[in-house]
């Protein structure tokens, strides 16, 4: 369920390699990335929330993150960071596979959107950003505390962070790895369940970075609902943190 890779220092080869082979097929919304279609409406609601409370906006504002900047770790093809742009940031996407970079430019370039997309690591990439967006990705990297860092060291002063991924629990096991790679609502190889992150140790990891997380909320599934924001945190979570 990731939504891609990120760093060659602290991403895994074959992670990349995994999200690449899946670039053509991203803006398919029942294709391989069909399970983040669906969550990204949930994940887009928790955002406007987060972002319209920590500046204060209306939430009837068309461009809440106008005169803004985002950055989109992990950014795949796009699929956040093009409503982040027609939220009204100037948007920088980074990602490791360079699959995922041409065809997210070619699909921005194609609805109008001026995103400046990057290929490489964010360790290499120059400047601070209002917002840090890092949904479905921290999973994926071997050197957790590593990526943290650099998140923390994009993040300017009075920006906000928003991070999401599967949680520890036996139901993330069970549902997340077991039952979708089965069904093929996810590539089979997408998840490591032993590489997920509880909220308790992100707390830590961000605490270490000198961020400080609010309190998660978490993104539950059922047959009636489909994804919804939930108290429920034993299957994937979303969280902001800002600067300490």
């Not at 609805?111 to 921290?138: K, M, N, Q, S």
Request: contains cysteine; hydrophobic residues 50%; negative net charge.
């Amino acid at each position: 369920m990731g939504d891609a890779t990120v760093a060659n220092v602290t991403i895994r080869p074959h992670e990349a390699a995994h999200f690449a082979k899946l670039a053509a097929d991203w803006w398919n919304p029942r294709g391989s990335s069909a399970m983040l279609h669906r969550l990204n409406p949930v994940r887009l609601a928790f955002l406007r929330g987060a972002v319209d409370l920590h500046w204060g906006g209306s939430i009837d504002a068309p461009a809440p993150l106008a005169g803004r900047t985002a950055l989109d770790v992990g950014c795949g093809a796009g699929l956040l960071a093009e409503p982040l742009a027609r939220l009204g940031a100037a948007v920088t996407g980074v990602d490791a596979a360079d699959q995922n970079i041409a065809v997210a430019s070619a699909h921005a370039a194609a609805g109008g959107l001026a995103i400046d997309y990057r290929h490489g690591e964010l360790a290499e990439l120059p400047g601070t950003f209002d917002l840090v967006t890092c949904l479905e990705v921290i999973e994926h990297v071997g050197d957790k505390p590593a990526f943290v860092r650099e998140l923390a060291r994009h993040l300017a002063p009075g920006g906000l962070l928003v991070l999401s991924t599967p949680n520890r629990t036996a139901a993330s096991r069970l549902l997340l790895v077991g039952a979708a790679e089965a069904v093929g609502a996810v590539p089979r190889g997408t998840h490591r369940w032993d590489d997920f992150v509880t909220p308790e140790e992100l707390r830590v990891l961000l605490t270490e970075a000198g961020l400080t997380m609010d309190a998660p909320q978490g993104i539950a599934f059922s047959p009636f609902k489909g994804f919804h924001l939930s108290a429920d945190l034993s299957l994937d979570y979303i969280v902001t943190a800002r600067p300490a």
